[in-house]
Nanobody
């Protein structure tokens, strides 16, 4: 079992940047980690995942080239650097952890552990 707490969300203008963090209750080097988001009235969707050693990353097409997922396995923190934000990026962003499987599996249902989310709002 692992507890996750996201931070770093907020209000930003279109074209701006934010860096999200996800702090775990224990070291997460044995977990595949990921970021997901949920906009009002929509299902939670995959944003990015990262392998246990950080060598492999996967991104949704709509964030490629703009977002970067990374992790600090010496500690217990996951990051999401978000650049060139647009209005469609407005959502609650969630951190997920999975003790088994590969980072290439990006379905929401495959992640058993979640944080409570952090709101990202992009304004025009």
């Amino acid at each position: 079992q692992v507890q996750l707490v996201e931070s770093g969300g907020g209000l930003v203008q279109a074209g701006g940047s934010l860096r999200l963090s996800c702090t775990a209750s224990k070291r997460t080097f044995t977990y595949v980690m990921g970021w997901f988001r949920q906009a009002p009235g929509k299902e939670r969707e995959f944003v990015a995942t990262i392998s246990r050693n950080g060598a492999d990353t996967y991104y949704a097409d709509f964030v490629k080239g703009r977002f970067t997922i990374s992790r600090d396995n010496a500690g217990s923190t996951l990051y999401l650097q978000m650049n060139s934000l647009n209005l469609e990026d407005t959502a609650i962003y969630y951190c997920g952890a999975r003790p088994s499987g590969l980072a290439s599996t990006t379905t929401t249902q495959s992640f058993p552990f979640w944080g409570q989310g952090t709101q990202v709002t992009v304004s025009s």
